[in-house]
């Protein structure tokens, strides 16, 4: 089994397995996994720690020329030294760039900001790139941003070497998370901006910005609902005022819906659909009325006419033989009828006489009834269209609806004449009285159908502008009914979240605020600010920085009693532990002009911090104050320091810079070697320069031993400034007395100390002397000056 730690949980991960043991709702859970992103790409590479190996820019920002940086892809630290405009900035920009896509100077800076970042002088499609090395052996890679259009973001990324796309190489979570880049402006946006600014940047330091994310997702999502609620009472409010003012029953019941602490969604819906106890009164009635069917003027006045036709007709025939054979007729089928029942008599049943109703005389009857039938035919049919045209009569004349009683009584009691119609028996008298009937009933009917139509309308017509007021109405209390059935659950998920959060936090915070607390002591270690825990609080418009900050053992407020050197040394403190985290891929940082506002003192510091994590970590530190570089070499630190220079047309040029004691002694033996070298300008310049490498030497040990003797930078360099002469610069780095200083020279060096000590003294005093063996002049500076740093 490996021994190798497994990559650290992602922030989501965590998020999601915790939310699976949380106890919360299912739909409480819902809340959250709907505003969790989506898991990033990751690749099986990112547990391997990178180094820096080299960046490269070429018309960017200050840089024309491609200009590379060379570095040692493992633990150390290396100084990239350079006066203001020289290119150093543009340098460690374009690893920011190439890594991240994008710089942290130019965050909320206006366009006119983000056009300068183009070279003025080289005209050459701009690119950067930095060359990563990786600690288990693999091949470097290359990841490169080539701009051809004019604008910063139309650049486009290569990566070569050992992966094909930028995520195998960089995980974008964790480039944010254990961010290795620090510009001075993200140095000073720490300390500078608002409370809430300073919170959300100590909590991207820590890497829960997802989280702070997310519940402002759901704090939204919260605020959203009550606004629907909220929104939903004002309308009720005001849609309750303004059915107050009409008078439609239809109006009433929509009060009667939308009053209570909950308004009846159901009752609502069932009155804007017209399925309502409402049509249960006088609207229902006005609705009837408006329907009613009067009697089909046009079918009675029909009936009427063939009434009166067929009556006449009858009339007409009963006077002529038709009518007489038709009763002839009628009578022998009658006595037909009669034998037919009584087969055994033959009595007529009308004179009583015997032997009358015999079979001859009903075979004579039958012969005589075929003869008058079609004399009697005209007579039997004026009779059946008579009694048909009586029935059409009495078909159109209807009953009185059983609701009209009650609505329109008057009405009824006109539909009561018509139906009584229907009771006349004389053909004549019955058209007469239908005819009248229908027409007073018929005019009635269709005045009573267009008043109550009229009303409908006018109701109706209101009545619009109201049912789509209701409409809006009910569309706004169906969204607050949902809103409030998911207000519990947001809020339960909003809970869960922030005391999710406060446990990681603190979690997390705890070795970022310890190594922060150490870092503080290295670079204020003679301050009267003491800083102790450090602490994120609170949520939304109330997120703030909990800093223990005390002056002289007395607590105060943080802010209000640092000096901006202390406050700089408060956002390195914060910085420097976050970014070398032990998760963190990147073995590497890169800091921009730290030492702004420092004291002489808190560079020291600050040395000591950068030598500290120089020891595990690569550190590249780019700086235009030259207190960096002295403390550095005073204090002893091994580091690397590079030189960047800017020549004409943005030829920017980074040269190895070795210490001033080994640079002095390196032009002097190269002086001693040069055989070309005419004798008397030998004996004038190399003394002088044994003097210079000498006086470097004593230079650095000086300041360390006042220093060691508690005195501040002021009154450090005051002192050396007082030093006028070597052996002056000697006794104070040799905390002896003056007049003593070449005695205890020569007794812990020898004679021969002294002696060069006078030698090269005279040299700048007097005019030059035969140095005699040069190569030996130089080989007993570099014995004296090691002799001294050792001390």
């Known amino acids: 089994m490996s021994d190798e730690p497994s990559p650290p949980m992602l922030l989501r991960d965590v998020l999601l397995s915790r939310l699976l043991e949380s106890g919360l709702a299912p739909e409480a859970q819902d809340v959250l996994r709907e505003v969790v992103p989506e898991a990033p790409v990751r690749s099986d590479g990112q547990a391997r720690s990178l180094f820096l190996r080299s960046i490269t820019a070429a018309g960017w920002r200050g840089i024309g020329p491609a200009t590379s940086l060379d570095l040692r892809p493992e633990p150390g630290l290396t100084v990239i030294a350079g006066r203001n405009g020289s290119g150093k900035s543009s340098v460690a920009e374009a690893a920011e760039m190439a890594l991240t896509g994008g710089n942290y100077r130019w965050q909320d800076r206006t366009l006119i900001w983000k056009k300068g970042w183009r070279n003025l002088h080289d005209h050459a499609d701009p690119q950067v790139s930095v060359e990563l090395c990786a600690d288990d052996g693999s091949a470097p890679v ?62 991207k330091l820590l890497g829960l910005e997802l989280l702070s994310d997310i519940y402002k997702q759901v704090s939204a999502l919260l605020k959203k609902h009550q606004d629907e609620v909220a929104a939903s009472k004002a309308l009720t409010e005001t849609v309750l005022r303004e059915l107050s003012e009409h008078d439609d029953p239809r109006a009433a019941e929509a009060v009667a819906a939308l009053e209570g602490r909950h308004p009846d969604l159901d009752r609502m819906r069932l009155l804007l659909a017209g399925n309502t106890v409402a049509d249960d009164t006088a609207l229902a009635r006005l609705r009837r009325l408006a329907v009613l069917q009067a009697p089909d003027r046009q079918a009675v006045a029909a009936a009427v006419a063939r009434l009166r036709k067929a009556a006449a007709d009858a009339e007409d025939v009963r006077c002529t033989s038709a009518e007489d054979a038709r009763q002839l007729i009628d009578l022998l089928e ?143 209390a169906e969204a607050a009914q949902r809103a409030e059935d998911r207000i519990k659950q947001v809020k339960a998920a909003r809970t869960w979240l922030q005391k999710l959060t406060d446990e990681l936090r603190e979690a997390r915070l705890k070795p970022i605020a310890d190594q922060s607390q150490m870092v503080w002591k290295l670079l204020c270690e003679r301050s009267s600010v003491s800083l102790g825990s450090i602490s994120l609080a609170g949520a939304a418009a109330q997120r703030k920085v909990v800093l223990d900050v005390s002056v002289d053992a007395m607590d105060a407020p943080a802010f209000g009693v640092m000096s901006q050197g202390e406050l700089h040394s408060l956002a390195l403190s914060l910085f420097i532990p976050r970014a070398t985290h032990e998760s963190s891929p990147f073995k590497f940082l890169v800091i921009d002009d730290p030492v702004q506002s420092m004291d002489p003192e808190k560079v020291d510091g600050l040395a000591r911090v950068l030598d500290l994590y120089a020891q595990h970590r690569q550190v590249v530190v780019f700086t235009h104050d030259t207190r960096l570089e002295e403390a550095i070499r005073r204090l002893g630190i091994r580091a690397t320091i590079k030189q960047v220079s800017r020549q004409t047309d943005s030829v920017v040029r980074i040269v190895p810079v070795s210490d001033p004691v080994t640079q002095a002694l390196d032009e002097a033996r190269a002086i001693a070697l040069d055989g070309n070298l005419p004798p008397d300008v030998a004996d004038r310049v190399l003394p002088a320069m044994c003097r210079v490498a000498l006086e470097a030497a004593l230079l650095a040990r000086a300041r360390s031993t006042l220093r060691a003797a508690g005195l501040d930078w002021r009154a450090i360099e005051d002192r050396i400034a007082k030093a006028d002469s070597l052996t002056a610069l000697a006794a104070i780095a040799l905390d002896v007395q003056h007049a003593i200083v070449l005695d205890v020279i020569a007794q812990d060096h020898g004679a021969w100390a002294t002696d060069l000590i006078r030698q090269c003294n005279k040299a700048s005093h007097q005019a030059s002397e035969p140095v005699g063996d040069r190569r030996d002049l130089v080989r007993r500076t570099e014995r004296l000056a090691k002799a001294v740093l050792a001390r």
């Open 334 to 476: 009658r006595a037909l009828a009669h034998r037919r029942r009584h087969p055994d008599s033959t009595e007529c049943p009308v004179c009583g006489s015997a032997d009358r109703l015999d079979g001859r005389w009903a075979e004579g009857a039958r012969e005589q009834v075929e003869r008058l039938q079609s004399e009697a035919e005209a007579a039997q049919a004026a009779r059946r269209e008579l009694a048909a045209a009586v029935r059409d009569v009495h078909d159109a004349v209807q009953p009185v609806p059983a609701w009209l009683q009650a609505d329109e009584p008057s009405l009824a009691a006109l539909w009561r004449d018509w139906a009584a119609c229907r009771a006349v028996p004389d053909p004549r008298e019955l058209a007469d009285r239908a005819e009248r009937a229908e027409a007073v009933l018929g005019d009635a009917c269709h005045q009573v159908r267009e008043d109550a139509a009229r009303r409908l309308d006018e109701q109706d017509g209101r009545w619009q502008t109201v049912a789509g007021r209701l409409t809006e109405w009910l569309r706004h």
């Open 142 to 203: 290359t990841v490169r941003r080539r701009w051809s259009g004019p604008g910063v973001d139309d650049c486009r990324t290569e990566v070569e070497g050992g992966a094909s796309a930028l995520h195998e190489v960089i995980d974008p979570e964790q480039i944010s998370l254990y961010r290795p880049f620090l510009p001075y402006s993200e140095l000073g946006a720490v300390i500078t901006g608002p409370s809430t600014a300073l919170h959300d940047t100590l909590a």
